[in-house]
Protein backbone atom coordinates (compact mmCIF):
# COMPACT_ATOMS: atom_id res chain seq x y z
CA UNK A 1 0.00 0.00 0.00
CA UNK A 2 3.00 2.44 0.46
CA UNK A 3 3.71 2.04 -2.96
CA UNK A 4 0.21 2.54 -4.25
CA UNK A 5 0.43 5.75 -1.96
CA UNK A 6 3.75 7.35 -3.40
CA UNK A 7 2.61 6.37 -6.54
CA UNK A 8 -1.04 8.76 -6.42
CA UNK A 9 1.45 11.08 -4.65
CA UNK A 10 4.27 12.12 -7.42
CA UNK A 11 1.51 11.42 -9.84
CA UNK A 12 -0.69 14.49 -7.78
CA UNK A 13 2.65 16.51 -8.06
CA UNK A 14 3.99 15.86 -11.12
CA UNK A 15 -0.01 16.62 -12.62
CA UNK A 16 0.06 20.11 -10.66
CA UNK A 17 3.58 21.15 -11.95
CA UNK A 18 2.84 19.55 -15.59
CA UNK A 19 -0.54 21.51 -15.84
CA UNK A 20 0.59 25.03 -14.96
CA UNK A 21 3.63 24.30 -18.24
CA UNK A 22 0.83 23.25 -20.70
CA UNK A 23 -1.39 25.81 -19.78
CA UNK A 24 2.41 27.86 -20.98
CA UNK A 25 2.31 25.84 -23.89
CA UNK A 26 -1.52 26.09 -25.01
CA UNK A 27 -1.43 29.79 -25.21
CA UNK A 28 2.09 30.40 -27.22
CA UNK A 29 0.55 27.05 -30.10
CA UNK A 30 -2.64 28.90 -30.13
CA UNK A 31 -4.86 25.86 -28.24
CA UNK A 32 -7.03 28.00 -26.92
CA UNK A 33 -10.96 27.36 -26.35
CA UNK A 34 -12.66 30.75 -26.95
CA UNK A 35 -16.60 31.41 -25.67
CA UNK A 36 -18.97 31.50 -28.65
CA UNK A 37 -22.08 32.59 -26.24
CA UNK A 38 -23.46 29.52 -27.18
CA UNK A 39 -22.72 25.64 -26.38
CA UNK A 40 -19.40 27.46 -24.57
CA UNK A 41 -20.84 29.60 -21.58
CA UNK A 42 -17.07 30.26 -20.13
CA UNK A 43 -16.40 34.13 -19.97
CA UNK A 44 -13.12 34.13 -20.87
CA UNK A 45 -10.45 32.20 -23.74
CA UNK A 46 -9.09 29.53 -22.09
CA UNK A 47 -6.13 27.04 -22.88
CA UNK A 48 -7.08 23.95 -23.72
CA UNK A 49 -4.68 20.25 -23.43
CA UNK A 50 -5.12 19.75 -20.46
CA UNK A 51 -4.92 16.17 -21.32
CA UNK A 52 -1.33 16.01 -21.83
CA UNK A 53 -0.69 17.28 -18.63
CA UNK A 54 -2.47 13.90 -17.15
CA UNK A 55 -1.18 11.48 -19.51
CA UNK A 56 2.37 12.86 -18.17
CA UNK A 57 1.46 12.71 -14.58
CA UNK A 58 -0.22 8.79 -15.41
CA UNK A 59 2.99 7.69 -16.73
CA UNK A 60 5.56 9.73 -14.18
CA UNK A 61 5.14 6.57 -11.54
CA UNK A 62 5.75 3.70 -13.70
CA UNK A 63 8.70 4.77 -15.27
CA UNK A 64 10.10 5.34 -11.68
CA UNK A 65 9.00 1.67 -10.77
CA UNK A 66 10.52 0.59 -14.34
CA UNK A 67 13.60 2.45 -14.29
CA UNK A 68 13.94 1.23 -10.64
CA UNK A 69 12.61 -2.10 -9.82
CA UNK A 70 14.72 -2.62 -6.63
CA UNK A 71 12.79 0.10 -4.56
CA UNK A 72 9.63 -2.18 -4.22
CA UNK A 73 8.20 -5.74 -4.56
CA UNK A 74 5.44 -3.84 -6.80
CA UNK A 75 7.98 -3.70 -9.80
CA UNK A 76 8.23 -7.02 -10.11
CA UNK A 77 4.24 -7.70 -10.79
CA UNK A 78 4.75 -5.01 -13.52
CA UNK A 79 7.07 -6.81 -14.97
CA UNK A 80 4.98 -9.75 -15.07
CA UNK A 81 2.31 -7.30 -16.91
CA UNK A 82 4.23 -6.00 -19.92
CA UNK A 83 1.90 -6.88 -22.17
CA UNK A 84 -0.78 -5.00 -20.70
CA UNK A 85 1.10 -1.82 -19.32
CA UNK A 86 2.69 -1.50 -23.21
CA UNK A 87 -0.95 -1.34 -24.68
CA UNK A 88 -2.23 0.87 -22.06
CA UNK A 89 0.21 3.49 -22.49
CA UNK A 90 0.89 2.94 -26.43
CA UNK A 91 -3.44 3.25 -26.93
CA UNK A 92 -3.62 5.73 -24.25
CA UNK A 93 -0.68 7.52 -26.26
CA UNK A 94 -2.59 7.59 -29.51
CA UNK A 95 -5.89 8.71 -27.76
CA UNK A 96 -3.97 11.66 -26.07
CA UNK A 97 -2.34 12.42 -29.45
CA UNK A 98 -5.62 12.12 -31.57
CA UNK A 99 -7.71 14.57 -28.98
CA UNK A 100 -4.63 17.14 -29.03
CA UNK A 101 -4.98 17.23 -32.67
CA UNK A 102 -8.06 17.77 -32.39
CA UNK A 103 -7.79 20.92 -30.25
CA UNK A 104 -5.18 22.22 -32.15
CA UNK A 105 -6.65 21.60 -35.49
CA UNK A 106 -10.49 20.33 -35.16
CA UNK A 107 -10.35 17.51 -36.51
CA UNK A 108 -13.80 15.93 -38.31
CA UNK A 109 -15.88 14.13 -36.79
CA UNK A 110 -15.75 11.00 -38.85
CA UNK A 111 -12.00 11.08 -38.50
CA UNK A 112 -12.20 10.71 -34.55
CA UNK A 113 -14.69 8.15 -34.60
CA UNK A 114 -12.42 6.29 -37.15
CA UNK A 115 -9.47 6.66 -34.85
CA UNK A 116 -11.44 5.84 -31.58
CA UNK A 117 -11.93 2.47 -33.32
CA UNK A 118 -8.53 1.70 -34.32
CA UNK A 119 -7.26 2.36 -30.75
CA UNK A 120 -10.02 0.26 -29.73
CA UNK A 121 -9.26 -2.20 -31.76
CA UNK A 122 -4.95 -2.18 -30.78
CA UNK A 123 -6.36 -2.34 -27.51
CA UNK A 124 -8.08 -5.31 -27.78
CA UNK A 125 -4.95 -6.79 -29.49
CA UNK A 126 -3.26 -6.10 -26.49
CA UNK A 127 -5.49 -8.31 -24.51
CA UNK A 128 -7.74 -6.05 -23.10
CA UNK A 129 -11.03 -7.72 -24.30
CA UNK A 130 -14.24 -8.28 -22.87
CA UNK A 131 -15.13 -12.04 -23.43
CA UNK A 132 -17.70 -12.52 -20.39
CA UNK A 133 -20.01 -9.78 -18.72
CA UNK A 134 -21.53 -10.19 -15.20
CA UNK A 135 -24.55 -11.72 -14.29
CA UNK A 136 -25.86 -10.87 -10.79
CA UNK A 137 -28.39 -13.98 -10.89
CA UNK A 138 -25.84 -16.78 -12.66
CA UNK A 139 -23.35 -17.37 -14.29
CA UNK A 140 -21.41 -14.61 -16.58
CA UNK A 141 -22.17 -14.72 -20.27
CA UNK A 142 -19.54 -15.59 -22.99
CA UNK A 143 -19.17 -13.52 -25.90
CA UNK A 144 -17.10 -15.39 -27.79
CA UNK A 145 -16.20 -14.32 -31.41
CA UNK A 146 -18.60 -11.17 -30.75
CA UNK A 147 -15.62 -10.10 -27.90
CA UNK A 148 -13.80 -7.94 -30.84
CA UNK A 149 -17.06 -5.77 -31.79
CA UNK A 150 -18.16 -5.63 -28.53
CA UNK A 151 -15.46 -4.55 -26.92
CA UNK A 152 -14.57 -1.59 -29.02
CA UNK A 153 -17.91 -0.42 -28.53
CA UNK A 154 -16.89 0.02 -25.31
CA UNK A 155 -13.92 1.77 -25.88
CA UNK A 156 -15.29 4.24 -28.49
CA UNK A 157 -18.52 4.02 -26.46
CA UNK A 158 -16.95 5.85 -22.73
CA UNK A 159 -14.48 7.88 -25.08
CA UNK A 160 -17.69 9.81 -26.62
CA UNK A 161 -19.27 9.56 -22.81
CA UNK A 162 -16.32 11.32 -21.24
CA UNK A 163 -16.32 13.55 -24.12
CA UNK A 164 -19.95 14.84 -24.27
CA UNK A 165 -19.58 15.19 -20.65
CA UNK A 166 -17.27 17.70 -20.34
CA UNK A 167 -18.96 20.97 -21.30
CA UNK A 168 -18.72 22.70 -17.53
CA UNK A 169 -15.38 23.23 -15.86
CA UNK A 170 -14.23 20.36 -14.28
CA UNK A 171 -17.49 18.11 -14.55
CA UNK A 172 -15.77 15.51 -16.60
CA UNK A 173 -12.23 15.02 -15.10
CA UNK A 174 -13.91 15.54 -11.35
CA UNK A 175 -16.85 12.20 -12.68
CA UNK A 176 -14.10 10.62 -13.83
CA UNK A 177 -11.94 10.71 -10.54
CA UNK A 178 -14.67 9.00 -9.12
CA UNK A 179 -14.85 6.82 -11.54
CA UNK A 180 -11.25 5.89 -10.64
CA UNK A 181 -11.54 5.78 -7.09
CA UNK A 182 -14.88 3.25 -6.97
CA UNK A 183 -12.67 1.08 -9.21
CA UNK A 184 -9.71 1.23 -6.71
CA UNK A 185 -12.24 0.13 -4.30
CA UNK A 186 -12.81 -3.04 -6.04
CA UNK A 187 -9.21 -3.83 -6.93
CA UNK A 188 -9.04 -3.60 -3.62
CA UNK A 189 -11.40 -5.83 -2.35
CA UNK A 190 -9.74 -8.35 -4.82
CA UNK A 191 -6.58 -7.44 -3.75
CA UNK A 192 -5.54 -6.94 -7.25
CA UNK A 193 -2.28 -4.90 -7.06
CA UNK A 194 -1.94 -3.74 -10.85
CA UNK A 195 -5.70 -2.39 -10.87
CA UNK A 196 -4.93 -0.49 -7.52
CA UNK A 197 -2.01 0.62 -8.84
CA UNK A 198 -3.33 2.31 -11.98
CA UNK A 199 -6.23 3.81 -10.55
CA UNK A 200 -4.25 5.51 -7.88
CA UNK A 201 -1.82 6.92 -10.18
CA UNK A 202 -4.98 8.31 -12.84
CA UNK A 203 -6.42 9.76 -9.59
CA UNK A 204 -3.48 11.42 -8.49
CA UNK A 205 -3.50 13.22 -12.18
CA UNK A 206 -6.93 14.01 -12.20
CA UNK A 207 -6.42 15.42 -8.75
CA UNK A 208 -3.70 17.50 -9.51
CA UNK A 209 -5.34 18.73 -12.59
CA UNK A 210 -8.38 19.29 -11.25
CA UNK A 211 -7.25 22.25 -9.35
CA UNK A 212 -6.45 24.17 -12.23
CA UNK A 213 -10.03 23.05 -13.74
CA UNK A 214 -12.64 23.08 -11.04
CA UNK A 215 -15.00 26.31 -11.67
CA UNK A 216 -13.96 28.76 -12.70
CA UNK A 217 -11.24 26.58 -14.32
CA UNK A 218 -7.93 28.15 -15.74
CA UNK A 219 -7.67 25.35 -18.30
CA UNK A 220 -9.80 22.78 -19.92
CA UNK A 221 -9.21 19.25 -20.64
CA UNK A 222 -10.00 19.19 -24.27
CA UNK A 223 -10.55 16.33 -26.34
CA UNK A 224 -7.05 15.03 -25.82
CA UNK A 225 -8.14 14.59 -22.07
CA UNK A 226 -11.33 13.54 -22.39
CA UNK A 227 -10.54 10.61 -25.06
CA UNK A 228 -7.98 10.10 -22.62
CA UNK A 229 -9.43 9.53 -19.66
CA UNK A 230 -12.40 8.00 -21.70
CA UNK A 231 -10.08 5.12 -22.80
CA UNK A 232 -8.58 4.92 -19.79
CA UNK A 233 -11.91 4.23 -17.76
CA UNK A 234 -12.90 1.60 -20.16
CA UNK A 235 -9.35 -0.24 -20.45
CA UNK A 236 -8.85 -0.14 -16.29
CA UNK A 237 -12.72 -1.39 -16.00
CA UNK A 238 -10.76 -4.34 -17.74
CA UNK A 239 -7.78 -4.87 -15.97
CA UNK A 240 -9.54 -6.90 -13.05
CA UNK A 241 -10.77 -9.63 -15.45
CA UNK A 242 -7.60 -11.89 -14.23
CA UNK A 243 -9.63 -14.09 -12.78
CA UNK A 244 -13.02 -15.82 -13.66
CA UNK A 245 -14.54 -14.53 -10.19
CA UNK A 246 -13.38 -11.03 -10.80
CA UNK A 247 -14.35 -11.65 -14.44
CA UNK A 248 -18.42 -11.95 -13.58
CA UNK A 249 -18.13 -8.27 -12.11
CA UNK A 250 -15.66 -5.96 -13.83
CA UNK A 251 -18.00 -4.21 -16.25
CA UNK A 252 -20.97 -3.72 -13.32
CA UNK A 253 -18.69 -1.06 -11.48
CA UNK A 254 -18.24 1.12 -14.78
CA UNK A 255 -21.51 1.07 -16.73
CA UNK A 256 -23.43 2.00 -13.27
CA UNK A 257 -20.35 4.77 -12.32
CA UNK A 258 -20.30 5.83 -15.69
CA UNK A 259 -23.82 6.53 -15.23
CA UNK A 260 -24.33 10.02 -16.01
CA UNK A 261 -21.95 10.13 -19.32
CA UNK A 262 -23.29 7.35 -20.27
CA UNK A 263 -27.21 8.44 -19.33
CA UNK A 264 -26.14 11.97 -21.21
CA UNK A 265 -24.82 10.17 -24.05
CA UNK A 266 -27.95 7.92 -25.02
CA UNK A 267 -30.55 11.17 -24.09
CA UNK A 268 -28.04 13.00 -26.79
CA UNK A 269 -28.34 9.87 -29.87
CA UNK A 270 -32.17 9.76 -28.51
CA UNK A 271 -32.97 13.42 -29.03
CA UNK A 272 -30.87 14.08 -32.23
CA UNK A 273 -32.66 10.59 -34.25
CA UNK A 274 -35.56 12.24 -33.12
CA UNK A 275 -35.16 15.36 -34.44
CA UNK A 276 -33.29 13.55 -37.53
CA UNK A 277 -29.97 15.76 -36.68
CA UNK A 278 -26.67 14.28 -37.08
CA UNK A 279 -24.98 12.24 -33.87
CA UNK A 280 -22.29 14.46 -34.09
CA UNK A 281 -24.49 18.02 -34.13
CA UNK A 282 -24.03 20.08 -31.00
CA UNK A 283 -26.49 21.18 -29.50
CA UNK A 284 -26.88 23.27 -25.72
CA UNK A 285 -29.82 20.13 -24.09
CA UNK A 286 -26.95 17.66 -22.46
CA UNK A 287 -28.06 17.36 -18.54
CA UNK A 288 -25.49 19.95 -17.52
CA UNK A 289 -26.70 22.40 -20.06
CA UNK A 290 -30.69 22.02 -18.68
CA UNK A 291 -29.04 22.45 -15.09
CA UNK A 292 -27.82 25.56 -16.11
CA UNK A 293 -30.64 27.30 -17.89
CA UNK A 294 -32.63 26.01 -14.73
CA UNK A 295 -30.81 28.85 -12.90
CA UNK A 296 -28.11 26.98 -11.06
CA UNK A 297 -24.51 27.98 -10.72
CA UNK A 298 -21.91 26.11 -13.05
CA UNK A 299 -20.36 25.43 -9.09
CA UNK A 300 -23.99 23.86 -8.23
CA UNK A 301 -24.13 22.35 -11.15
CA UNK A 302 -21.04 20.40 -11.06
CA UNK A 303 -20.92 19.72 -7.25
CA UNK A 304 -24.49 18.16 -7.87
CA UNK A 305 -23.38 16.04 -10.50
CA UNK A 306 -20.17 14.72 -8.41
CA UNK A 307 -22.78 13.73 -5.40
CA UNK A 308 -24.78 11.94 -8.08
CA UNK A 309 -21.25 10.07 -9.29
CA UNK A 310 -20.83 9.07 -5.77
CA UNK A 311 -24.04 7.65 -5.11
CA UNK A 312 -23.90 5.68 -8.13
CA UNK A 313 -19.92 4.47 -7.64
CA UNK A 314 -21.81 3.33 -4.14
CA UNK A 315 -24.87 1.61 -6.00
CA UNK A 316 -21.59 -0.59 -8.07
CA UNK A 317 -20.43 -1.34 -5.14
CA UNK A 318 -23.42 -2.75 -3.69
CA UNK A 319 -23.96 -4.56 -7.22
CA UNK A 320 -20.78 -6.01 -7.46
CA UNK A 321 -20.41 -7.21 -3.66
CA UNK A 322 -24.61 -7.28 -2.43
CA UNK A 323 -26.64 -9.83 -2.26
CA UNK A 324 -29.08 -10.57 -4.65
CA UNK A 325 -32.18 -9.08 -2.98
CA UNK A 326 -30.49 -6.15 -2.58
CA UNK A 327 -28.78 -6.05 -6.04
CA UNK A 328 -32.63 -6.01 -7.84
CA UNK A 329 -33.39 -3.91 -5.19
CA UNK A 330 -30.62 -1.10 -6.23
CA UNK A 331 -31.18 -2.04 -9.76
CA UNK A 332 -35.27 -0.96 -10.26
CA UNK A 333 -34.05 1.74 -7.89
CA UNK A 334 -31.57 2.75 -10.83
CA UNK A 335 -34.17 1.63 -14.17
CA UNK A 336 -36.97 3.98 -12.15
CA UNK A 337 -34.18 6.83 -11.88
CA UNK A 338 -33.02 7.03 -15.26
CA UNK A 339 -36.64 6.76 -16.25
CA UNK A 340 -37.35 9.47 -14.58
CA UNK A 341 -34.50 11.71 -16.19
CA UNK A 342 -35.29 10.65 -19.24
CA UNK A 343 -38.89 12.23 -18.90
CA UNK A 344 -37.14 15.38 -17.44
CA UNK A 345 -33.85 15.85 -19.64
CA UNK A 346 -34.36 14.12 -23.11
CA UNK A 347 -37.28 16.54 -24.56
CA UNK A 348 -39.04 13.58 -25.95
CA UNK A 349 -41.56 11.65 -24.44
CA UNK A 350 -42.24 8.14 -24.32
CA UNK A 351 -45.36 8.04 -27.03
CA UNK A 352 -43.28 10.39 -29.11
CA UNK A 353 -40.43 7.84 -29.52
CA UNK A 354 -43.58 5.51 -30.14
CA UNK A 355 -45.12 7.26 -32.69
CA UNK A 356 -41.36 7.89 -34.22
CA UNK A 357 -40.80 4.74 -34.31
CA UNK A 358 -44.14 3.96 -36.35
CA UNK A 359 -43.69 6.66 -38.55
CA UNK A 360 -40.03 5.32 -39.59
CA UNK A 361 -41.65 1.89 -40.32
CA UNK A 362 -44.42 3.58 -42.18
CA UNK A 363 -42.13 5.65 -44.35
CA UNK A 364 -39.70 3.09 -44.99
CA UNK A 365 -42.75 0.72 -46.36
CA UNK A 366 -44.57 3.57 -48.21
CA UNK A 367 -41.08 4.35 -49.99
CA UNK A 368 -40.59 0.53 -50.96
CA UNK A 369 -43.54 0.65 -52.60
CA UNK A 370 -43.61 4.01 -53.99
CA UNK A 371 -40.26 2.21 -55.50
CA UNK A 372 -41.74 -0.84 -57.03
CA UNK A 373 -44.35 1.11 -58.76
CA UNK A 374 -42.05 3.66 -60.46
CA UNK A 375 -39.83 0.64 -61.70
CA UNK A 376 -42.96 -1.18 -63.15
CA UNK A 377 -43.41 1.80 -64.95
CA UNK A 378 -41.00 2.33 -66.52
CA UNK A 379 -40.08 -1.49 -67.60
CA UNK A 380 -43.47 -1.09 -69.23
CA UNK A 381 -43.27 2.49 -71.21
CA UNK A 382 -40.77 0.80 -74.08
CA UNK A 383 -44.37 -1.18 -74.38
CA UNK A 384 -46.50 1.34 -75.03
CA UNK A 385 -46.99 2.58 -78.50
CA UNK A 386 -49.46 6.07 -78.50
CA UNK A 387 -49.03 8.96 -75.72
CA UNK A 388 -52.63 8.01 -74.33
CA UNK A 389 -51.56 4.57 -73.62
CA UNK A 390 -47.99 6.12 -71.83
CA UNK A 391 -49.99 8.74 -69.55
CA UNK A 392 -52.33 5.92 -68.78
CA UNK A 393 -49.60 3.85 -67.81
CA UNK A 394 -48.06 7.07 -65.60
CA UNK A 395 -51.39 7.65 -63.96
CA UNK A 396 -50.74 4.96 -61.53
CA UNK A 397 -46.98 5.56 -60.65
CA UNK A 398 -48.42 9.32 -60.07
CA UNK A 399 -50.60 8.11 -58.06
CA UNK A 400 -48.36 5.69 -55.94
CA UNK A 401 -45.85 8.74 -55.58
CA UNK A 402 -49.19 11.10 -53.96
CA UNK A 403 -48.72 13.72 -56.46
CA UNK A 404 -51.48 15.54 -56.65
CA UNK A 405 -51.48 17.16 -60.26
CA UNK A 406 -49.41 16.21 -63.10
CA UNK A 407 -49.46 17.34 -66.87
CA UNK A 408 -47.37 16.87 -70.41
CA UNK A 409 -47.94 19.33 -73.05
CA UNK A 410 -46.49 19.44 -76.73
CA UNK A 411 -46.56 21.52 -79.35
CA UNK A 412 -48.58 20.28 -82.12
CA UNK A 413 -47.89 21.44 -85.82
CA UNK A 414 -50.78 22.98 -86.23
CA UNK A 415 -50.16 25.51 -82.90
CA UNK A 416 -52.41 23.63 -80.77
CA UNK A 417 -50.67 22.44 -78.12
CA UNK A 418 -51.55 17.96 -76.82
CA UNK A 419 -52.11 18.32 -73.19
CA UNK A 420 -52.15 15.30 -71.31
CA UNK A 421 -53.84 15.83 -67.01
CA UNK A 422 -53.85 13.57 -64.43
CA UNK A 423 -55.65 15.05 -60.66
CA UNK A 424 -55.64 13.48 -57.44
CA UNK A 425 -58.71 16.05 -56.26
CA UNK A 426 -61.78 16.22 -58.81
CA UNK A 427 -62.00 19.94 -57.85
CA UNK A 428 -58.48 20.36 -59.92
CA UNK A 429 -59.60 18.38 -62.45
CA UNK A 430 -62.74 20.05 -62.61
CA UNK A 431 -60.59 23.29 -63.12
CA UNK A 432 -58.54 22.66 -65.85
CA UNK A 433 -55.31 22.77 -63.57
CA UNK A 434 -56.05 26.19 -63.38
CA UNK A 435 -56.27 26.28 -60.00
CA UNK A 436 -54.39 28.94 -57.38
CA UNK A 437 -53.09 26.96 -53.88
CA UNK A 438 -49.72 26.89 -52.08
CA UNK A 439 -48.40 24.37 -54.34
CA UNK A 440 -44.49 23.05 -55.13
CA UNK A 441 -43.81 22.12 -58.64
CA UNK A 442 -41.33 20.59 -60.65
CA UNK A 443 -40.86 20.93 -64.12
CA UNK A 444 -39.21 19.60 -67.29
CA UNK A 445 -38.50 21.64 -70.12
CA UNK A 446 -38.62 19.49 -73.64
CA UNK A 447 -36.56 20.55 -76.35
CA UNK A 448 -35.84 20.39 -80.07
CA UNK A 449 -32.63 21.88 -81.22
CA UNK A 450 -32.41 23.81 -77.87
CA UNK A 451 -36.08 25.54 -78.50
CA UNK A 452 -38.31 24.11 -76.04
CA UNK A 453 -41.31 22.75 -77.61
CA UNK A 454 -43.40 21.46 -74.90
CA UNK A 455 -42.74 20.45 -70.87
CA UNK A 456 -43.85 17.69 -68.26
CA UNK A 457 -44.62 18.91 -64.34
CA UNK A 458 -45.77 17.52 -61.61
CA UNK A 459 -47.36 19.38 -58.63
CA UNK A 460 -47.61 19.18 -54.78
CA UNK A 461 -50.66 20.84 -53.29
CA UNK A 462 -48.27 21.40 -50.18
CA UNK A 463 -44.01 20.61 -49.29
CA UNK A 464 -44.52 17.62 -46.95
CA UNK A 465 -41.80 15.43 -46.42
CA UNK A 466 -43.23 12.58 -48.48
CA UNK A 467 -42.30 14.78 -51.42
CA UNK A 468 -38.89 15.59 -50.83
CA UNK A 469 -38.24 11.71 -49.78
CA UNK A 470 -39.57 10.62 -52.86
CA UNK A 471 -37.72 13.88 -55.24
CA UNK A 472 -35.16 11.16 -56.73
CA UNK A 473 -37.66 8.80 -57.77
CA UNK A 474 -39.92 11.27 -59.51
CA UNK A 475 -37.02 12.75 -61.15
CA UNK A 476 -36.33 8.70 -62.78
CA UNK A 477 -39.69 9.21 -64.05
CA UNK A 478 -39.72 11.85 -65.41
CA UNK A 479 -36.34 11.39 -67.31
CA UNK A 480 -37.94 7.80 -68.22
CA UNK A 481 -41.07 9.83 -69.53
CA UNK A 482 -39.37 12.39 -71.27
CA UNK A 483 -37.31 9.59 -73.45
CA UNK A 484 -40.48 7.90 -74.28
CA UNK A 485 -42.15 11.27 -75.40
CA UNK A 486 -39.23 11.62 -77.98
CA UNK A 487 -39.47 8.01 -78.79
CA UNK A 488 -43.76 8.30 -80.38
CA UNK A 489 -43.65 12.19 -81.13
CA UNK A 490 -40.12 13.33 -82.01
CA UNK A 491 -36.35 12.66 -83.46
CA UNK A 492 -34.73 10.28 -81.51
CA UNK A 493 -31.59 12.63 -81.97
CA UNK A 494 -33.13 15.05 -79.38
CA UNK A 495 -33.63 12.00 -76.41
CA UNK A 496 -30.29 12.20 -75.07
CA UNK A 497 -30.56 16.13 -74.68
CA UNK A 498 -34.03 15.88 -73.21
CA UNK A 499 -33.13 13.67 -70.59
CA UNK A 500 -30.03 16.07 -69.49
CA UNK A 501 -32.97 18.41 -68.83
CA UNK A 502 -33.65 18.63 -64.85
CA UNK A 503 -36.03 20.12 -62.87
CA UNK A 504 -35.73 22.08 -59.85
CA UNK A 505 -38.60 22.35 -57.03
CA UNK A 506 -39.72 25.79 -56.49
CA UNK A 507 -42.93 27.48 -55.06
CA UNK A 508 -45.71 28.51 -57.12
Known amino acids: MTTILIAFLVAFAVAVVATRLVMIVAWKIGAVD ?28 FIGLLMFPEVS ?42 WQIVIAASAFAFGFTIRTISNPFGPPLDFGMWSLPIT ?32 FLVSLQFSNVLGMLLTSAVSGAILGFLLFNFPPAKIFLGDSGSLLLGFLVAALSLVGMTRKAE ?22 ILRRWYKRLPISSPDRQHIHHVLVAMGYSQQRVVLTLYAISVVLGIAALVITFGRNEVVLAVMGSL ?78 SSGEPARWKWARRNAIAAGGGAVIWDEWCGKMSLCHDGTPIGEFSVKYARADEHMFEVSEVIERLK ?30
Open 335 to 412: IVTAFVCIRVFSGVGVADVLSKLVADRNRRVRHSLVNVAVERTLNQLPETKTMDELWSLCNHAFDGLGVDFAELYING
Open 152 to 183: VFWFVGCMNAVNLLDGLDGLAAGTCLFVNLTL
Open 34 to 61: APDGYRKIHKHATPRLGGVAVGIAVCCP
Open 479 to 508: TGIAFHVWRLTGPKTDVHEAGKNTSVWTKQ
Open 73 to 114: LVSRILQGHNQKLLGLFACGGMALAVGAVDDIFNLRARWKLL
Open 247 to 268: AGVALFVPVVALGVPILDTSLA
